[in-house]
């Protein structure tokens, strides 16, 4: 129901990042030869009323240290 739109893996294929567009969230797994949920936040602000999508995930140009979402 969370509804997975994009994903990511990390350089050193440990972490997968999956964009749910219908949550607004995005959630972590780790990656051991099956996938481990971490972690998933939210995509928007806590106070936020309306209805959105979340639509592209990506990493920093400059490296792994940011990950960044846009919503629609």
């Given at each position: 129901g969370a509804g997975p739109r994009h994903l990511l893996i990390n350089r050193d294929r440990e972490y997968?990042?999956?964009?749910?567009?219908?949550?607004?969230?995005?959630?972590?797994?780790?990656?051991?030869?099956?996938?481990?949920?971490?972690?998933?936040i939210s995509t928007l602000p806590p106070d936020f009323v309306g209805v959105n999508t979340a639509a592209e995930i990506l990493f920093h140009p400059h490296g792994e240290k940011y990950l960044y979402a846009s919503n629609r």
């Open positions: 997968i990042y999956v964009l749910n567009e219908l949550q607004s969230s995005i959630t972590a797994y780790r990656f051991q030869n099956m996938l481990y949920p971490v972690q998933t």
